[in-house]
């Protein structure tokens, strides 16, 4: 394979820049620079162009003054990697990096590009040197060693350095770093700062960096934009300064007054508010996990029950897990808070015992969804290895193309290492990079944790429902994509070509369609929905 390329989803190959190149490119954006600077613009760098850096780009970029015209000139920088040097030259045509179901990202993008010439993308450092105010948006992964064992693991804190590293050794002295990676409690203070104030000291400055913090509460998805710009935000400083400079930023860039704003005291005070927001939420969702079983045990369907609790208005956030839980913040930001009490506040004890359990339990909460599959074939004496099972979505949340820790992978990953002959299909995933990059990032994948894995990254993602229905023996509804919410089972049915097993991981059946599989001859089987028993003891005329 040539290292000297990046290639975009699409297939398109860029070649990454040669050294020579670095001139050039920078004297293009200093022109464009200084012609922002005529305009009374403020320059503005957002580091990592990836679902967050890019949307906030083009949000920041969209801003206009009180007359109307652009009043940030932004500049998006991302590292000429081979993995995602393609965003540069994309984003430089007008065209997203990011594929939305938003339909505000694309028009937005292409306009602050093309034209009001207000968002440009460049893979040169040295443009640090412009800024008025840097966002930090790069990843901050946690590596996880074992599956269902998140203590086990540990921060990749590399590219978020090397950031703090290269930020410090290029801004003016009273440019604002906005830091909006999810990060550990502790890190702005206790790792960004002192490493940025040495720098400052080795070049000669002797102000202290204004340094910030604000989280981001992103939803890729159809409100992506609004979760980003038309949201309540955090945001604190390392100073007085860095405080009332992060909030006039972000109170102009952000809308503010529908959602304020709240400036905590300290940027710890911050940090933990966004990696405690998403474990409560983790937490709540691990919690289903052990009713979810309780009522596939005892004839309860968990669909309804839960239902009947959310009438109660202090428990409307109680949710239905489906087969795990996938994107890329809940599964690790309980980590980050376990990690950096650990590592960077220097707290060795069991301070924390829910946040992980939770996680572990989300973790491999699809293993049992794969256990029914298994349970289901076995009903209708067809051996799981070598059947033939589709699986309905590959996303990890419905209506989005995002399939980042997903647990249709974890499921993919046991069934194939069941033996089972696996096909997917979403309407939203073009490529399904974690089964089809499995061997470029060995340490990142979750192939790992498997046996026999080979074969799925040759894993096509069908577009062609009715094509992917044929022959299959097993369906799994694992995510609740509005084209699966209503499938009709005589339909599935007859392009099977025989009756199947159905696994409802999601509560996406109501009880006439699984009495109807039922009537068909098929097998069903859900998370949560032990109920479907008795419908099939009385089609089966047993249980009346
Ligand atoms: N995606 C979400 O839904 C979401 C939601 C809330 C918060 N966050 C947080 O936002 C942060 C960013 O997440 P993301 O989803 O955008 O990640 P991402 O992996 O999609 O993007 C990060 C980008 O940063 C680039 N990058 C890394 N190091 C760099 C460097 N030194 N210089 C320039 N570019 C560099 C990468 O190449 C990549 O394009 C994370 O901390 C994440 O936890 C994400």
Same mark, same amino acid.
Request: net charge negative.
């Given at each position: 394979? &040539?290292?000297?390329?990046?290639?975009?989803?699409?297939?398109?190959?860029?070649?990454?820049?040669?050294?020579? &190149?670095?001139?050039?490119?920078?004297?293009?954006?200093?022109?464009?620079?200084?012609?922002?600077?005529?305009?009374?613009? %403020?320059?503005?760098?957002?580091?990592?162009?990836?679902?967050?850096?890019?949307?906030?780009? !083009?949000?920041?970029?969209?801003?206009?003054?009180?007359?109307?015209?652009?009043?940030?000139?932004?500049?998006?920088?991302?590292?000429?990697?081979?993995?995602?040097?393609?965003?540069?030259?994309?984003?430089?045509?007008?065209?997203? #990096?990011?594929?939305?179901?938003?339909?505000?990202?694309?028009?937005?993008?292409?306009?602050?590009?093309?034209?009001?010439?207000?968002?440009?993308?460049?893979?040169?450092?040295?443009?640090? $040197?412009?800024?008025? $105010?840097?966002?930090?948006?790069?990843?901050?992964?946690?590596?996880?060693?074992?599956?269902?064992?998140?203590?086990?693991?540990?921060?990749?804190?590399?590219?978020?350095?090397?950031?703090?590293?290269?930020?410090? =050794?290029?801004?003016?002295?009273? $440019?604002?770093?906005?830091?909006?990676?999810?990060?550990? @409690?502790? +890190? +702005?203070?206790?790792?960004?700062?002192?490493?940025?104030?040495?720098?400052?000291?080795?070049?000669?400055? +002797?102000?202290?960096?204004?340094?910030?913090?604000?989280?981001?509460?992103?939803? @890729?998805?159809?409100?992506?934009?609004?979760? *980003?710009?038309?949201?309540?935000?955090? $945001?604190?400083?390392?100073?007085?300064?860095?405080?009332?400079?992060?909030?006039?930023?972000?109170?102009?860039?952000?809308? +503010?007054?529908?959602? #304020?704003?709240?400036?905590?005291?300290?940027?710890?005070?911050?940090?933990?508010?966004?990696?405690?927001?998403?474990?409560?939420?983790?937490?709540?969702?691990?919690?289903?996990?052990?009713?979810?079983?309780?009522?596939?045990?005892?004839?309860?369907?968990?669909?309804?029950?839960?239902?009947?609790?959310?009438?109660? #208005?202090? =428990?409307?956030?109680?949710?239905? @897990?489906?087969?795990?839980?996938?994107?890329?913040?809940?599964?690790?930001?309980?980590?980050?808070? *376990?990690?950096?009490?650990?590592?960077?506040?220097?707290?060795?004890?069991?301070?924390?015992?829910?946040?992980?359990?939770?996680?572990?339990?989300?973790?491999?909460?699809?293993? =049992?969804?794969?256990?029914?599959?298994?349970?289901?074939?076995?009903?209708?004496?067809?051996?799981?290895?070598? !059947?033939?099972?589709?699986?309905?979505?590959?996303?990890?949340? %419905?209506?989005?193309?995002?399939?980042?820790?997903?647990?249709?992978?974890?499921?993919?990953?046991?069934?194939?290492?069941?033996?089972?002959?696996?096909?997917?299909?979403?309407?939203?995933?073009?490529?399904?990079?974690?089964?089809?990059?499995?061997?470029?990032?060995?340490?990142?994948?979750?192939?790992?944790?498997?046996?026999?894995?080979?074969?799925?990254?040759?894993?096509?993602?069908?577009?062609?429902?009715?094509?992917?229905?044929?022959?299959?023996?097993?369906?799994?509804?694992?995510?609740?994509? %509005?084209?699966?919410?209503?499938?009709?089972?005589?339909?599935?049915?007859?392009?099977?070509?025989? @009756?199947?097993?159905?696994?409802?991981?999601?509560?996406?059946?109501?009880?006439?369609?699984?009495?109807?599989?039922?009537?068909?001859?098929?097998?069903?089987?859900?998370?949560?929905?032990?109920?479907?028993?008795?419908?099939? &003891?009385?089609?089966?005329?047993?249980?009346?």
């Amino acid at each position: 394979m &040539d290292t000297r390329t990046s290639v975009s989803p699409d297939g398109t190959i860029y070649p990454l820049p040669a050294e020579e &190149d670095y001139q050039a490119e920078l004297a293009r954006i200093e022109r464009l620079v200084e012609q922002a600077r005529e305009k009374g613009q %403020e320059v503005v760098v957002v580091m990592g162009l990836g679902f967050v850096g890019a949307v906030m780009a !083009a949000i920041v970029a969209d801003t206009t003054d009180e007359g109307g015209s652009p009043s940030k000139f932004v500049i998006g920088m991302q590292r000429p990697s081979k993995r995602s040097y393609w965003k540069i030259p994309l984003l430089n045509k007008g065209i997203s #990096p990011v594929k939305a179901e938003d339909p505000e990202v694309d028009p937005m993008i292409a306009r602050c590009v093309l034209e009001k010439k207000s968002l440009v993308a460049t893979y040169v450092y040295d443009v640090l $040197c412009f800024a008025d $105010c840097v966002i930090v948006d790069v990843q901050l992964d946690y590596a996880k060693n074992e599956l269902g064992n998140v203590r086990n693991g540990s921060v990749e804190m590399s590219a978020l350095e090397e950031s703090f590293d290269v930020i410090a =050794h290029r801004i003016k002295a009273d $440019c604002m770093v906005l830091i909006e990676t999810t990060v550990a @409690p502790g +890190t +702005t203070e206790q790792v960004a700062l002192p490493a940025m104030r040495k720098i400052f000291r080795q070049r000669g400055i +002797t102000s202290e960096p204004l340094l910030a913090h604000s989280y981001e509460r992103v939803m @890729p998805g159809r409100d992506y934009v609004a979760s *980003i710009r038309d949201f309540w935000r955090v $945001c604190s400083g390392v100073n007085e300064e860095a405080k009332r400079r992060v909030v006039a930023f972000l109170n102009e860039v952000l809308n +503010t007054k529908e959602f #304020p704003l709240t400036c905590l005291d300290r940027p710890i005070e911050s940090e933990t508010a966004k990696v405690m927001e998403n474990s409560y939420r983790a937490t709540i969702l691990a919690f289903l996990d052990e009713w979810s079983l309780f009522a596939e045990r005892n004839g309860v369907d968990i669909t309804k029950v839960i239902k009947a609790i959310k009438m109660r #208005p202090t =428990h409307s956030n109680i949710m239905f @897990p489906g087969p795990g839980i996938g994107g890329y913040c809940l599964p690790k930001d309980g980590g980050l808070g *376990i990690w950096g009490s650990k590592h960077i506040l220097g707290f060795d004890d069991e301070t924390f015992k829910i946040t992980p359990l939770a996680i572990d339990i989300n973790d491999t909460r699809s293993l =049992h969804a794969a256990q029914l599959v298994r349970d289901a074939l076995r009903n209708m004496n067809i051996p799981v290895a070598s !059947a033939r099972v589709l699986l309905l979505g590959a996303s990890y949340r %419905e209506d989005v193309g995002d399939t980042r820790n997903s647990g249709s992978e974890i499921m993919a990953r046991r069934l194939t290492e069941m033996g089972v002959e696996i096909r997917v299909h979403d309407p939203y995933v073009d490529r399904w990079w974690e089964l089809e990059s499995q061997d470029d990032y060995p340490s990142h994948s979750k192939a790992v944790f498997f046996r026999n894995q080979e074969r799925l990254k040759d894993l096509l993602v069908l577009k062609d429902l009715d094509e992917a229905l044929e022959g299959i023996q097993a369906l799994v509804l694992a995510v609740r994509h %509005e084209q699966y919410l209503d499938l009709d089972p005589d339909a599935i049915v007859a392009r099977a070509g025989q @009756p199947i097993a159905v696994i409802d991981c999601f509560g996406i059946l109501d009880d006439a369609k699984i009495r109807r599989y039922f009537e068909l001859g098929c097998e069903v089987k859900g998370l949560g929905r032990g109920h479907v028993k008795r419908i099939k &003891d009385q089609v089966r005329g047993s249980g009346l």
